[in-house]
């Protein structure tokens, strides 16, 4: 069994995913944290509801608003917790340094677009809707992803297109989206890194 370490900053609504999907989609791994960059994260409700352990790191407040620290101050925690897979559920800071190299293909992020549409910096959250309504698409989607030092850059695990209906707004596509595509492709891709197989073919 993988031990899993989820990072959030919101609702928690990918991270409720995980935990309703362990025992089931997700057979090769086990949540053991969850650690939120915001102390009023309802996510960080629904992890205690589920039993699991949490933990708050904040850039400014807890690391002087220093990345170097905060990535450091994140990287120990999950090393503290003998973590081996980290999952970004929702999760709205960019990583780097020491996390990455010391989490190198085992961290996996959620999307909420079929990248390489809508994504990079300063797509994070409604903005990636908003921005998919103004282009004008007719298909979204979400994308579950190895992260690595660009934005949204690395490995496509599994990808999950979504209509996108007349008369809706960034608030209703993001509904749709997390129902019909991220809750049910997070899981399957954090499956698929516990498990350990070759997900080239996936
Ligand atoms: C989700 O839509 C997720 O895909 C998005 O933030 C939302 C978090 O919701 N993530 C990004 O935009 C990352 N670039 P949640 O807290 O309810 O899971």
Redesign the pocket.
């Known amino acids: 069994m993988k031990r899993i370490g989820v990072l959030?900053?919101?609702?928690?609504?990918?991270?409720q995913a995980l935990i309703d999907k362990q025992g089931s989609v997700i057979r090769s791994g086990k949540i053991v944290c969850v650690c939120s960059n915001r102390s009023d994260a309802y996510?960080l409700e629904r992890a205690k509801k589920a039993g699991i352990p949490t933990r708050v790191i904040r850039k400014n407040a807890d690391c002087g608003g220093d990345d170097a620290a905060f990535n450091r101050a994140i990287c120990e925690y999950m090393k503290s917790m003998n973590v081996d897979v980290i999952v970004l559920?929702?999760f709205?800071a960019i990583l780097g340094g020491d996390l990455l190299t010391e989490y190198a293909d085992r961290i996996v992020?959620?999307?909420?677009s079929l990248i390489p549409a809508f994504c990079g910096d300063g797509?994070?959250?409604l903005k990636?809707h908003e921005a998919a309504l103004s282009y004008g698409v007719k298909v979204t989607g979400?994308t579950a992803h190895l992260v690595n030092e660009i934005t949204?850059g690395g490995k496509i695990l599994l990808q999950k297109a979504v209509n996108i209906e007349n008369g809706d707004t960034p608030e209703t596509l993001?509904k749709r989206?997390?129902e019909e595509a991220?809750w049910i492709i997070l899981p399957e891709a954090v499956e698929l890194i516990c498990k350990g197989e070759n997900y080239e073919n996936n």
Do not use: C
């Open positions: 959030i900053s919101g609702g928690g609504t990918n991270l996510g559920a929702g709205l992020n959620i999307h909420p797509f994070y959250g990636v979400a949204d993001q989206v997390m991220e």
